[in-house]
């Protein structure tokens, strides 16, 4: 069986073509834990920032060798999972937070924002950004523009990763107005996408995690908004045929 991460390395090589500079490879940060996580959590994000590129480029140089098999670190999902092992910064902390809490409904932000809970909750995720190339600001209109061109690849990526919450990091709208994915917009707050094969994946709108607002707002907004798509997933299956 193939596994998610050698179906998006040949994913890559059709997107990239034979110019892969600046490309940022993303994906599924540990395959193991997120082959076998309670829920298969995506975080879908606008574009890299420049210094996170360069974060990457830095540990490709000093030549970090991945733990198992003695290839050296490639992708964001490399440099998250062997060289941070965990979250870093003020874009990766809050996802850890937000992950951990869609996995333990029942927990309290001050619970959910523990750094090792953060770390190990994260390290069950798949994150990506739907622009490759990364920017020192991101411009919405070229976000649009790269996101109308790259939409087949962008929508099978997703597609690869399977996941079964997709929180859209200020993607939302990109998403839907783009027809990446046509996901039914339930709600302002969250829209379900039903698979060929017949399964459902929940699309919550959150803000950048990076946003100016206070992180336990957002971790309530997070976890009210998939508690709604539950509850509207439930009454659609009682409904009578």
Not at 44 to 57: C, D, F, G, M, T
Not at 133 to 154: D, F, H, Q, W
């Amino acid at each position: 069986m193939v596994s998610i991460t050698n179906k998006l390395e040949e994913l890559f090589k059709k997107w990239t073509g034979n110019n892969e500079k600046d490309f940022t490879r993303d994906g599924v940060i540990d395959e193991e834990k997120y082959e076998n996580a309670t829920k298969r959590i995506l975080f879908i994000l606008k574009e890299p920032s420049a210094p996170l590129q360069k974060s990457i480029e830095d540990a490709i140089k000093a030549k970090i060798i991945l733990q198992n098999d003695g290839r050296a670190i490639k992708t964001l999902c490399d440099l998250i999972r062997v060289a941070w092992k965990g979250v870093r910064y003020r874009t990766f902390s809050p996802l850890g937070s937000w992950a951990y809490g869609l996995i333990n409904m029942d927990k309290t932000f001050e619970e959910a924002n523990k750094k090792e809970n953060k770390d190990e909750a994260f390290l069950n995720s798949a994150i990506m950004n739907l622009k490759k190339i990364p920017r020192k600001k991101c411009n919405y209109a070229k976000l649009c523009e790269y996101v109308s061109v790259n939409k087949g690849y962008i929508k099978e990526e997703i597609e690869i990763i399977d996941p079964a919450i997709a929180v859209c990091c200020g993607t939302f709208d990109v998403l839907r107005e783009k027809e990446v994915i046509p996901f039914r917009k339930i709600s302002n707050s969250y829209g379900i996408y039903k698979t060929t094969e017949g399964k459902e994946i929940i699309f919550i709108k959150m803000c950048h995690p990076g946003a100016m607002r206070k992180g336990e707002d957002k971790y309530k907004e997070l976890i009210e908004n998939y508690k709604s798509a539950k509850a509207y997933q439930k009454e659609q299956d009682e409904v009578p045929v």
